[in-house]
T-cell receptor, first 114, second 113 residues
Framework: SAVISQKPSRDICQRGTSLTIQCQVD?????MFWYRQQPGQSLTLIAT?????????ESGFVIDKFPISRPNLTFSTLTVSNMSPEDSSIYLC???????????FGPGTRLTVL | GENVEQHPSTLSVQEGDSAVIKCTYS??????FPWYKQELGKRPQLIID?????GEKKDQRIAVTLNKTAKHFSLHITETQPEDSAVYFC????????????FGKGTHLIIQP
C-alpha cells in the first residue's frame, strides 16, 4: 500500500487566519481525496483532488473556503481559509490506485481554531 | 446522495465472543463497501472490503456479508481479542475505491476481558 504523510500533524490557529495542509504519497496515485473528521465523529468527504484541474467539491464545501491543489500525482494541499472555531477538526487525505483498488489514509492533521 | 446508516453506535462483548456490526445504504448504484478500523489518535485502517459482485468475504477472524437486495452489509468478528477494541466505520461508494467514500457514523467496539 502507498505510504502517505501529512504536514503539519497538528496546529493551533487564530480565528480569521488560513492554514495549508500538505499530503505527500510515496508513489504515483490516480486519485486523492480530502476528508474532515470532527471530534468524536465520522469522516465526511470534502473534495476529490484532481490532477491538473479544479477539485470536485461535495455538497456543503466550497472552493473559497477549502481551496485544493494537486500539482502532480504524488502531492496535494488543502487550505482551510478564514478559519473559525467550527473548523476545528482532523483533516485527512487519502489516495487510490487501480493496483489495489482501495483507499488508504494519511495520519491526519489535527486543527484547533481559537 | 448516498446515506449510510450504521448500528450499533457502541458494542460491548466478552473476549472470545463474536461481534456483528450492521450497515445499510440508500443508493442502489453503490458497488464498493469497505470497513475501516480506527484506534484512538490513529488513522483509519482498511480491514476488509467487499464489492457488489460478491456476497461474502472472509479474512481470518473477520468476515463481511453483503445483501444487495436489502442494501445491507455487515462486519463479523469472531474470537474477539482486546486488540479488536476500536471504532469501526463502514463506508460505501459508487465507483469502487476510486470514488469518494460515504461513511457510517461508526461503532465503538469494546472487548471486555
Amino acid at each position: 500500500s502507498a505510504v502517505i504523510s501529512q504536514k503539519p500533524s497538528r496546529d493551533i490557529c487564530q480565528r480569521g487566519t488560513s492554514l495549508t495542509i500538505q499530503c505527500q504519497v510515496d508513489s504515483q496515485v490516480t486519485m486523492m481525496f480530502w476528508y474532515r473528521q470532527q471530534p468524536g465523529q465520522s469522516l465526511t468527504l470534502i473534495a476529490t483532488a484532481n490532477q491538473g484541474s479544479e477539485a470536485t467539491y461535495e455538497s456543503g464545501f466550497v472552493i473559497d473556503k477549502f481551496p485544493i491543489s494537486r500539482p502532480n500525482l504524488t502531492f496535494s494541499t488543502l487550505t482551510v481559509s478564514n478559519m473559525s472555531p467550527e473548523d476545528s477538526s482532523i483533516y485527512l487525505c487519502s489516495s487510490w490506485t487501480g493496483v489495489t483498488d482501495t483507499q488508504y489514509f494519511g495520519p491526519g492533521t489535527r486543527l484547533t481554531v481559537l | 446522495g448516498e446515506n449510510v446508516e450504521q448500528h450499533p453506535s457502541t458494542l460491548s462483548v466478552q473476549e472470545g465472543d463474536s461481534a456483528v456490526i450492521k450497515c445499510t445504504y440508500s443508493d442502489s448504484a453503490s458497488n464498493y463497501f469497505p470497513w475501516y478500523k480506527q484506534e484512538l489518535g490513529k488513522r483509519p485502517q482498511l480491514i476488509i472490503d467487499i464489492r457488489s459482485n460478491v456476497g461474502e468475504k472472509k479474512d481470518q477472524r473477520i468476515a463481511v456479508t453483503l445483501n444487495k437486495t436489502a442494501k445491507h452489509f455487515s462486519l463479523h468478528i469472531t474470537e474477539t481479542q482486546p486488540e479488536d477494541s476500536a471504532v469501526y466505520f463502514c463506508a460505501a461508494s459508487k465507483g469502487g475505491g476510486a470514488d469518494g467514500l460515504t461513511f457510517g457514523k461508526g461503532t465503538h467496539l469494546i472487548i471486555q476481558p
